[in-house]
């Protein structure tokens, strides 16, 4: 205990309310933690009879460890022990962001009875998660704007594998947004951009989200999820229907009118063909649309009763409205129920009651029974590729593993859906005043979700007569503010001025783009030739076109198509030989991937 009220003191400045923590935890270690000397004069720790770090030098053996890492960007530690990978990392960089993995809350405490840790603890970013879920992490990850390298104690890991497991599969599905989000970007945008340039009357149109904020405030939403769990609250969805608001997802729409339930909402926010699918003989006159304005065409075309509009994801649409009509901001987390569980929150209801939120693979399905997916499976299944075949690689396609079920015991998830779970999680922190609440137990997981059974949301009142009253008189002050014909007329000035005004600062982004890659591509080619006061002319004339650029009003609607820096430096033909032409090719494949991205917004408006 030598060491610990001065460590104590450290962390009461640092990292308030960590000690406490350490001293009430309930850590379900079992067995002595036993410290050892060292030739190396430091001490080790044996836990089960093994040595966690080197019986004879114990800070040489992390820092070659440490040395697997270099660099200054964030690490992330698995199994602190007595701190010496830790220190041995914060060696090498000083101030290198570190987050630190400890499964159980004695091993930390001992390290801060046994070892004089103040240097390491005040000089240096640490984020700790320790004890309890090793869902943790997902909110660690949001601290940091790259994903940490990953170092292990790998003495301590072995001896909880699935909860560092665990870890690592949350820290994987984070690192992989970017990737994900690269990849996407290059497949989907430019119809994102083609779906934007014929929905653009819509932004003029149609009204937004933020008409409707508050106005469920008192009422219960019931969210319907498509996962496989929504066939089992299925026979109960007209009881719900008398007690809840009712929001569904493009994807479970077709299960409610199936069953004969029109829902108050439905959501649809995936820019995607195979998207709009979800709605083919779905039209619902009684329900409203709730969409972002770079869905695929003909979704803006279904029978609802009303369109609302949430603000675009993209730099197109954003830029039309901030001119002509904010429509409220609507959160993504990569799948329309992050979404539509969003819009819950924005109508103002306290209690949110989720079917069909499984983000995992109860009894290795995908969807509920007769959704597009299986269908189009069906559909398209032959002798030779018969439909398992379809669910094979869906089930297998994402990195599968396996992590807590909501109820009890395992289910299958994968990356993907285990990166979705991570952004529910951060809502229900940020939220806490919003009970959510999970209608099956078979799905993942997802901590700050409380269980229910469906009997509990059976004992709210009926109220669906107070809520078509509420909704009613919601939607008749927005028809009479957003839909009066003085309102109409001056968004549609707007509306002509704002595309003028793109127009005009493309084409200007065009010509300088075009201009300075024409320059730089010739200088390019006479490198050797150029005298020094050419050379300086044409790094001026190359810096004038970028502060033109950045200047522009347009310039993220120009570079949402631009293709990842990497992308380009992977196709240079002089990379590093000379640093003058090098920077001259890559400007000038720069310049001509902005004027690309440039010329096709213009194309298609």
Not at 68 to 88: I, T
């Given at each position: 205990?030598?060491y ?63 040395a ?21 990392i ?86 992989q ?62 009881e719900?229907?008398?007690?809840c ?60 009763r ?58 290795l ?65 940020n ?41 009613a ?6 028809d ?9 007329q ?6 002509n ?24 591509r ?84």
């Open positions: 205990m030598k610990w009220e001065q460590n104590r003191k450290i962390l009461e400045t640092y990292y308030p309310g960590l000690a406490e923590k350490l001293e009430q935890s309930e850590d379900d270690w079992e067995g002595p933690l036993e410290i050892r000397g060292t030739p190396s004069g430091l001490p080790t720790l044996l836990v089960q009879g093994m040595h966690i770090h080197s019986p004879r030098d114990p800070a040489a053996e992390a820092r070659r460890i440490a697997a890492e270099p660099g200054d960007g964030p690490v992330a530690v698995f199994g602190f022990g007595l701190g010496y990978l830790p220190e041995a914060a060696g090498t960089a000083p101030g290198r962001p570190l987050i630190i993995l400890e499964k159980h809350p004695k091993i930390l405490q001992k390290a801060l009875e046994e070892r004089d840790l103040t240097e390491l603890l005040s000089r240096n970013r640490i984020v700790f998660v320790v004890g309890g879920s090793p869902e943790g992490i997902t909110g660690a990850l949001q601290l940091f704007s790259e994903p940490p390298a990953v170092l292990k104690n790998r003495n301590l890991v072995s001896l909880d594998e699935s909860w560092y497991r665990d870890a690592e599969n949350h820290l994987r599905a984070f690192a947004r970017d990737e994900v989000n690269a990849a996407t970007l290059r497949r989907f945008g430019r119809r994102w951009v083609r779906n934007l340039a014929k929905n653009r009357e819509a932004i003029r149109d149609l009204p937004g989200i933020r008409f409707l904020a508050g106005s469920g405030r008192g009422f219960p939403v019931f969210l319907a999820a498509a996962g496989p769990s929504l066939d089992d609250i299925a026979p109960l969805l007209p719900i229907r008398e007690r608001i009712v929001i569904a997802v493009d994807t479970s729409l077709r299960m409610l009118l199936r069953r004969g339930i029109e829902p108050d909402f439905a959501v649809s926010v995936d820019p995607q063909f195979w998207n709009a699918r979800h709605l083919d003989r779905c039209d619902a006159p009684g329900c409203c649309l709730i969409a972002e304005s770079a869905v695929y065409p003909q979704v803006l075309r279904r029978g609802f009303r369109k609302l509009l949430c603000s675009s994801l993209f730099p197109l649409g954003r830029f039309i409205e901030d001119r002509v009509d904010p429509k409220g901001v609507l959160g993504a987390g990569g799948s329309v129920a992050t979404s539509a569980w969003d819009f819950a929150r924005i109508l103002g209801s306290a209690e949110i009651w989720i079917a069909g939120l499984d983000l995992s693979f109860p009894d399905k995908t969807h509920f029974s007769g959704a597009l997916f299986e269908a189009r499976f069906l559909a398209e299944a032959h002798r030779l590729r018969p439909a398992e075949t379809y669910a094979h690689l869906a089930l297998h396609g994402g990195f599968p593993f396996k992590a807590a079920a909501a109820g009890s015991g395992q289910v299958l998830t994968d990356r993907r859906l285990s990166m979705y779970a991570g952004w529910f999680e951060r809502q229900f922190r939220y806490p005043e919003i009970k959510s609440y999970l209608l099956s137990g078979r799905g993942l997981a997802i901590k700050g979700a409380a269980a229910a059974a469906p009997e509990d949301i059976l004992s709210l009142p009926p109220r669906r007569g107070e809520i078509d009253a509420r909704l008189e919601t939607f008749g002050a927005m009479g503010g957003f839909g009066n014909p003085e309102a109409q001056g968004r549609e000035k707007q509306f001025h704002a595309l003028e005004e793109l127009r005009k600062e493309l084409d200007r982004i065009i010509a300088v783009s075009e201009s300075a890659a024409a320059a730089a010739e200088a390019w080619k006479n490198a050797s030739l150029l005298s020094p006061e050419r050379r300086e002319a044409v790094l001026a004339e190359l810096d004038s076109a970028n502060h033109t650029i950045i200047g522009s009003a347009a310039k993220d609607v120009a570079g949402f198509l631009f293709p990842p820096i990497e992308e380009l430096e992977s196709a240079l033909k002089t990379p590093g030989q000379d640093p003058f032409r090098s920077h001259l090719e890559l400007s000038f494949r720069l310049y001509e991937a902005l004027a690309e991205a440039a010329e096709y917004n213009r194309k298609y408006l």
